[in-house]
Structure formats: structure tokens, C-alpha cells
């Protein structure tokens, strides 16, 4: 479902050292903009809905049932952290 523009955050846990992140990447291309900041951890940009998102990320190919993931939304002004200045900026330059 479409609707207006959020950031999404999306974390994993990974059940072994194989990490499908090519793959997940590509699925990521499916939003606005999208920008890893950790190992397991990635923010879109994205008018689809958390469910949309969620059916995406279970298709992804090499993705084991035994890999989990959380999504939350979060909007400007709903987070604060310590960060790379790249990743302010890319937050700050999507903002409307």
C-alpha cells in the first residue's frame, strides 16, 4: 500500500555467517532511498506500508526461516543517536 513518504527502519539477526545482503540490497532498491548504517542494520525511504515491506523482505532469495527481522517507522524529529555525519545528512536531505 502507498502513502506518504517514511523512513523505515529494518534490523536483522542472522542464524549463520551467510548474509543474503546483495539480495536484500536489491529489494531495498524497491524504495525512494535507502542507506545501510550498520552490519545488520538498514533505513528506507519508502511510501510503502511496514507489511509491504515485510512481504518483500521474506522473498528475498537466501533469506533461512531462522533469520529475523524487525521494521518500525520512525518519523523527523522521533530519534536522536550518535551517528556518522553521513548519516545525518542523508536523513536531513529526504526530509521535506
Known sequence: M???FRFIQVSFV???SSHPVDALENAFDNAEDWLRIADHLWILYSDADLR???NRIKRV??????DTFFLSE?????YSG???????DW???LLP
Request: aromatic share 16%; net charge positive.
Open 2 to 4: 502507498k502513502g506518504a
Open 14 to 16: 542472522f542464524t549463520t
Open 52 to 54: 509491504t515491506w515485510r
Open 61 to 66: 532469495a537466501g533469506l533461512l526461516s531462522t
Open 74 to 78: 520512525f518519523t523527523e524529529g522521533e
Open 82 to 88: 550518535y551517528q556518522l555525519q553521513a548519516t545525518w
Open 91 to 93: 536523513l536531513l536531505k
